[in-house]
C-alpha cells in the first residue's frame, strides 16, 4: 500500500502544524480550514475508514478526539467543538474538529485560498499540549 498524506506527515516527510501526539495518533491543524482551531486527528495506523481501525486504534482516535477538543474549545473560548468524520480527501481514517459559537461556524466551507502557514503556526503553538 501506497503511503497517504497523513503517513507522509506522520513520518516527517511533509511538514504539518501538530498540536497533539501520542503513540497511536496524531492532531494536526487544518492548512484548509472552515474556521480557526479545525484541527484533524488522525490514527497513526494507515486504515482507509474510521469504521475500519482495530477496536485498540478507534479508541485511541476516540480518546484523542475528546482530549484535542476539550483543549480547543478552553484556548480558542468557544462553546462548542463539532466533530465530522467525512473520509473522501484522504484515504486514511481522520476526523475533523470545528470549534464553533453559531451554525454558520461550523457549516462554513473550507477554504481553498493558499495555507497560511505563519497563522496556522501561530495557533498550533497556542494549542499545543
Same mark, same amino acid.
Given at each position: 500500500?501506497?503511503?497517504?498524506?497523513?503517513?507522509?506527515?506522520?513520518?516527517?516527510?511533509?511538514?504539518?502544524?501538530?498540536?497533539?501526539?501520542?503513540?497511536?495518533?496524531? #492532531?494536526?491543524?487544518?492548512?484548509?480550514?472552515?474556521?480557526?482551531?479545525?484541527?484533524?486527528?488522525?490514527?497513526?495506523?494507515?486504515?482507509?475508514?474510521?469504521?475500519?481501525?482495530?477496536?485498540?486504534?478507534?479508541?485511541?482516535?476516540?480518546?484523542?478526539?475528546?482530549?484535542? #477538543?476539550?483543549?480547543?474549545? @478552553?484556548?480558542?473560548?468557544?462553546?462548542?467543538?463539532?466533530?465530522?468524520?467525512?473520509?473522501?480527501?484522504?484515504?486514511?481514517? @481522520?476526523? @475533523?474538529?470545528?470549534?464553533?459559537?453559531?451554525?454558520?461556524?461550523?457549516?462554513?466551507?473550507?477554504?481553498?485560498?493558499?495555507?497560511?502557514? #505563519? #497563522?496556522?503556526?501561530?495557533?498550533?503553538?497556542?494549542?499545543?499540549?
Amino acid at each position: 500500500m501506497q503511503d497517504s498524506l497523513f503517513t507522509k506527515i506522520i513520518k516527517g516527510e511533509i511538514p504539518s502544524h501538530k498540536i497533539y501526539e501520542d503513540e497511536k495518533t496524531l #492532531a494536526f491543524l487544518s492548512i484548509y480550514p472552515s474556521v480557526e482551531g479545525h484541527t484533524l486527528v488522525i490514527p497513526k495506523a494507515q486504515v482507509e475508514t474510521l469504521w475500519d481501525l482495530n477496536s485498540e486504534d478507534y479508541v485511541a482516535v476516540m480518546q484523542t478526539t475528546q482530549k484535542v #477538543a476539550l483543549r480547543l474549545r @478552553h484556548v480558542l473560548g468557544v462553546e462548542r467543538v463539532g466533530e465530522k468524520v467525512i473520509g473522501l480527501d484522504v484515504p486514511h481514517a @481522520h476526523v @475533523h474538529l470545528v470549534p464553533f459559537n453559531s451554525p454558520e461556524e461550523y457549516y462554513a466551507k473550507e477554504t481553498t485560498d493558499e495555507p497560511d502557514h #505563519a #497563522a496556522l503556526a501561530a495557533i498550533a503553538e497556542r494549542l499545543k499540549f
